[in-house]
Structure formats: structure tokens, C-alpha cells
T-cell receptor, first 113, second 114 residues
Framework: GNSVTQMEGPVTLSEEAFLTINCTYT??????LFWYVQYPGEGLQLLLK?????DKGSNKGFEATYRKETTSFHLEKGSVQVSDSAVYFC????????????FGKGTLLTVNP | DGGITQSPKYLFRKEGQNVTLSCEQN?????MYWYRQDPGQGLRLIYY???????QKGDIAEGYSVSREKKESFPLTVTSAQKNPTAFYLC?????????????FGPGTRLTVT
């Protein structure tokens, strides 16, 4: 079935540093890909998505490009802020399901001032 | 404002008691989901419902039950049969159509069973 593998955290950066969180996927076909963010003590929020190969999703300064050649969907931000401290999840639809998502294990990002 | 509400935010129960977690949405979404989140782990699907009066087991349904009598509501009961009920529980919903897999999450309920 479809699956995602995220880089293990935690990731600790200083404010204004460059961020990359790696996500690679295994899938049949070219499903949509998602990044979700979970701030401390809260539920998940959809951060960005890409619906087909070579698409770039972007939101709040974060970007991720759907790369079929490397089966990757890495999350990047050029200059992180303390308020970006959160857990980030990569996700894709479960194979054959119209509803279910498969999530990565999450990567904890801490940004220090 | 449209969204998903879960109540309560924190819940404490004694071992052996059933407990019901509330989830309500006013997004007019057909599909709803319950996930469990444990420290250092990703999300695990407990149950999901595609439409009123219908629901399916997820990956870890044992010890849980749900109902879907109304489109807006999808309560989860954690029964005494659930061996390790202490966890953070997340409810989500999703629309149909082109945004099929975009799930919207509630703020979660942290359940502690002692």
C-alpha cells in the first residue's frame, strides 16, 4: 500500500535559519500529497498540498514540490520563526481509499530565538 | 465560523468506566474520522464514517465504538475493553469532490485513565 517516511526529529534551529524536513513516499500512481502542522496542544491543520507531479504547494512561507523522480515531497522554509515550532506530518491517501490518509510519524521542530 | 469542536479538552476517568468523547462539525462534511495519537507516534485511525448511519473500522478499532446518527456528530466511546485508553484523541472531517482527502481536525481531547 501507499506509505510515507519522514526524517526523524527532533529538529532544532535558530530563528531565521533555513528549514528542510524530508518526506519520501511509496505509492501506486500519483496521489495527492499533504503536509499538516500540529502546534502544541492542538489538532492538526492542513499546511499545504500538491495534487500532481511537479506541483508546488505553498503556504505561510513554507513550500514543498511533488517530485516523482525522487518520490519526495520535502518541506522547506527559508527563514523560520519561533512561532513555527510544531510537529509536521507528511501524508498521502491510502491506496484504494477515497477517504483514508496515511500519515508519517511526524517531525518535531523547535525554533529558538 | 465553521469548524470542528471536541469536548471536553481534558477528560479523566477511572479504569473500568466507559467514556464518550464528543465531536461536532458545522462544515457540512460527509466524512468524519477518529484518530488516536500517542507520544512520539503518528496518527492511528480508529473509526471513520463516510455518511450518516454508516461507519467502518480503522486500524485500531478494538475497545472503541462510534455512532453516526447525524451528519454533524460523530461521538466516540472508549470502552473498558480498551487496554491502554490514555491518549490524545483527534476528530476530523473531510468534504467530498475534488478536496476529498483534505481533512480538517478538531482541537483534540486528552483522555487520562487511572
Amino acid at each position: 500500500g501507499n506509505s510515507v517516511t519522514q526524517m526523524e526529529g527532533p529538529v532544532t534551529l535558530s530563528e531565521e535559519a533555513f528549514l528542510t524536513i524530508n518526506c519520501t513516499y511509496t505509492a501506486t500512481g500519483y496521489p495527492s500529497l499533504f503536509w499538516y502542522v500540529q502546534y502544541p496542544g492542538e489538532g492538526l491543520q492542513l499546511l499545504l498540498k500538491a495534487t500532481k507531479a511537479d506541483d508546488k504547494g505553498s503556504n505561510k512561507g513554507f513550500e514543498a514540490t511533488y517530485r516523482k523522480e525522487t518520490t519526495s515531497f520535502h518541506l522547506e522554509k527559508g527563514s523560520v520563526q519561533v512561532s513555527d515550532s510544531a510537529v509536521y506530518f507528511c501524508a498521502l491517501p491510502e491506496r484504494g481509499s477515497n477517504y483514508k490518509l496515511t500519515f508519517g510519524k511526524g517531525t518535531l521542530l523547535t525554533v529558538n530565538p | 465560523d465553521g469548524g470542528i469542536t471536541q469536548s471536553p479538552k481534558y477528560l479523566f476517568r477511572k479504569e473500568g468506566q466507559n467514556v464518550t468523547l464528543s465531536c461536532e462539525q458545522n462544515l457540512n462534511h460527509d466524512a468524519m474520522y477518529w484518530y488516536r495519537q500517542d507520544p512520539g507516534q503518528g496518527l492511528r485511525l480508529i473509526y471513520y464514517s463516510q455518511i450518516v448511519n454508516d461507519f467502518q473500522k480503522g486500524d485500531i478499532a478494538e475497545g472503541y465504538s462510534v455512532s453516526r446518527e447525524k451528519k454533524e456528530s460523530f461521538p466516540l466511546t472508549v470502552t473498558s475493553a480498551q487496554k491502554n485508553p490514555t491518549a490524545f484523541y483527534l476528530c476530523a472531517s473531510s468534504p467530498t469532490g475534488t478536496s476529498l482527502h483534505e481533512q480538517y481536525f478538531g482541537p483534540g481531547t486528552r483522555l487520562t485513565v487511572t
